[in-house]
């Protein structure tokens, strides 16, 4: 389960990358459509192919300059190679290189690229990679633009026909181009209707972030760049009453892809709850300190959870005999996407009968995708919709009809074969996890621009409180 648990933390982190730092809203999607294979890099002069397919297909593991430090792989800490060193490529042929890159090494984490990338795209960047270390990559540092002003915005009540807030603990978060935490400020306001942090330096490579600590719940606002030319710079916070009415509670987004791994079946799950009221969501039971209870997963008998150390500062596991529960805490604000990625594993030897609780109503049609001519779904509640052909192979997308709150999918999955997946069915389940990874959070909030804040950052602004 090693190289299992490895690819779950690379999922992780490119969910993470995919769905940060771009605009856009939550949309409810009934199904989601996989990623196409891209588009060919296209590039005036021949010569430039192989770095612009480098920074287009590699980067994000191997870094921006091939020292093997890629924001995917220092997030999962997974050891890349560094291009830039002569000692990487020296002791290999072109050829062997080439074939690398063609074929993969998926003992590595690393995908093959010979369905993805023509002939001449692959002999581009192997070329280009294989040479590095004697043509290293140069980074022209942007310009900064700074100066010293005042951020302010109003602060909102967000629930209707009540009063404004009597006092609010805000913080103010300054971001780095790395999202490292620059500067930090606090106001405590009374019968607050605006605020303002004076003495910033509103930086051109600087993000900002205003949180607002209410009912103890913290509100963020949105992520927004200053130019460091205006003086100001206007950030809105909205705040919410409380209600722990599980009804205003809806499921948007149920998807689930299947394979077998070993002798478990392993059952990744996209969850999007969304709140229909104009209160923030969560009970008064008490997680710890600063959190409390929120909505509520049941999981199948027999629940092995596979990504818990990605899950563990947000969510705990209630069991009760054979029942397993994930409880979040992160509460669920009106109007923000509420997002949830589970990695399972239940005991398969072939065959096994599943069903999925839900507590709430599901208003999409659910999705189940499984291997094509690997596996046989069995219920009615669930009809094929399509059978669809990828690179990396075909896949039986099935969707079921929504669920009522408190209702389940039931369905039966067996394998069609006595024998294990081959080699190349693995990966190919492997690329479309990551590929599903990416498109189901990603097409599902738009690439919201609003960023949750971390743990230690609600526990800062919370102790400061």
């Known amino acids: 389960m090693t190289q299992l648990r490895m690819t779950l933390t690379i999922i992780v982190m490119i969910l993470v990358s995919a769905c940060s730092d771009l605009a856009g809203q939550p949309e409810i999607v009934a199904t989601i459509a996989l990623p196409p294979t891209p588009a060919p890099v296209e590039v005036d002069n021949p010569a430039d192919l192989g770095e612009a397919i480098y920074s287009a297909r590699c980067a994000s593991c191997h ?40 074929v993969g090494r998926i003992e590595n984490l690393m995908p093959p690229w010979e369905n993805s990338l023509s002939t001449e795209e692959i002999d581009a960047v192997a070329e280009f990679t294989y040479n590095l270390w004697q043509n290293p990559i140069e980074i022209v540092p942007e310009e900064i633009a700074s100066v010293q002003g005042t951020i302010t915005g109003q602060i909102i009540q967000g629930t ?57 719940i913290v509100f963020s606002s949105e992520k927004i760049p200053a130019d460091g ?12 009453e409380i209600t722990d009415d599980p009804t205003v509670i809806a499921v ?27 209160r923030v969501f969560r009970t008064d039971a008490r997680v710890d300190t600063f959190a409390y209870e929120s909505v509520q997963i049941p999981l199948p008998e027999d629940t092995v959870i596979l990504n818990m150390e990605q899950l563990r500062q947000r969510f705990i596991v209630q069991e009760e005999g054979d029942s397993v529960t ?20 239940l005991p398969y030897s072939g065959k096994a009968d599943i069903s ?24 009615d509640a669930l009809g094929l919709l399509e059978t669809e052909l990828f690179d990396f192979g075909s896949y039986d997308r099935y969707v079921a009809f929504p669920i009522g709150a408190g209702g389940s999918l039931n369905f039966g999955i067996n394998r069609q074969s006595e024998s294990a997946l081959p080699r190349d ?41």
């Open 63 to 102: 870094g921006i300059t091939g020292m093997g430090d890629g924001e995917v792989a220092l997030s999962a800490g997974v050891t890349v190679p560094d291009f830039t060193i002569a000692d990487t490529s020296v002791n290999q042929s072109i050829e062997e290189w080439t074939d690398t890159i063609r």
């Open 160 to 216: 209707a026909d009540e009063a404004q807030p009597e006092s609010v603990f805000m913080g103010l978060h300054v971001l780095d181009e790395n999202e490292n935490q620059v500067d930090f400020r606090t106001l405590d306001l009374v019968n607050p209707s605006e605020y303002a942090f004076e003495d910033i330096t509103l930086q051109s490579n600087y993000t900002y972030l205003v949180t607002a600590v209410y009912n103890d």
């Open 229 to 240: 030319i205006s003086p100001t710079l206007d950030i809105p916070m909205t705040v919410y």
């Open 252 to 278: 948007d987004l149920m998807t689930m892809l299947l394979f077998e791994e070993g002798d478990t079946l392993v059952i990744q799950g996209f969850m999007g709850f969304t709140n229909t009221s104009d």
């Open 326 to 345: 994930l409880i979040d805490s992160r509460p669920v604000v009106p109007g923000e996407t509420h997002q949830v990625e589970l990695v399972y594993g």
């Open 356 to 379: 999925i609780v839900s507590n709430y109503p599901v208003i999409t049609e659910p999705v189940v995708m499984i291997p094509s001519d690997s596996y046989e779904l069995t219920g």
């Open 425 to 465: 069915v693995i990966v190919s389940g492997i690329v479309l996890v990551i590929g599903l990874a990416m498109i189901g959070l990603g097409v599902y909030s738009l690439r919201q621009q609003k960023h949750n804040l971390s743990l230690d950052d609600v526990t800062q602004t919370q102790e400061t409180a």
